[in-house]
């Protein structure tokens, strides 16, 4: 069992900038999968940037040169660092762990509670 807890977010005006993080409680973090999540009101959950234990990474092209997702095992903790924001980025922010790769996928076995990002213009 993962437990995963995500802290970092809040309301901004457009064009600002956020990181969040994720603290996972688990002593083998380096060997999980994870990845940041969104969902709006009335909207599905969306991927928003996956990292494996590789260190390969891949984005959602809305957010792609705008946030950058990056991981330190040593504090098991996963980072989004979130650029430029803007009023559709308003969403819960969610990260999401797995020991099997599923890319943007929300099939992931472990889910935080999620964080608030709000986005006014």
């Known amino acids: 069992q993962v437990q995963l807890v995500e802290s970092g977010g809040g309301s901004v005006q457009a064009g600002g900038s956020l990181r969040l993080s994720c603290a996972a409680s688990?002593?083998?973090?380096?060997?999980?999968?994870m990845a940041w999540f969104r969902q709006a009101p009335g909207k599905e959950r969306e991927g928003v940037a996956a990292?494996?234990?590789?260190?390969?990474?891949i984005y959602a092209d809305s957010v792609k040169g705008r946030f950058t997702i990056s991981r330190d095992n040593a504090k098991n903790t996963l980072y989004l660092q979130m650029n430029s924001l803007k009023p559709e980025d308003t969403a819960m922010y969610y990260c999401?762990?797995?020991?099997?790769?599923?890319?943007?996928?929300?099939?992931?076995?472990?889910w935080g509670q999620g964080t608030q990002v709000t986005v006014s213009s």
């Open positions: 688990t002593y083998t973090y380096s060997s999980y999968c």
């Open positions: 990292i494996d234990t590789d260190g390969n990474i």
């Open positions: 999401a762990a797995d020991r099997r790769q599923y890319l943007l996928l929300p099939r992931y076995n472990f």
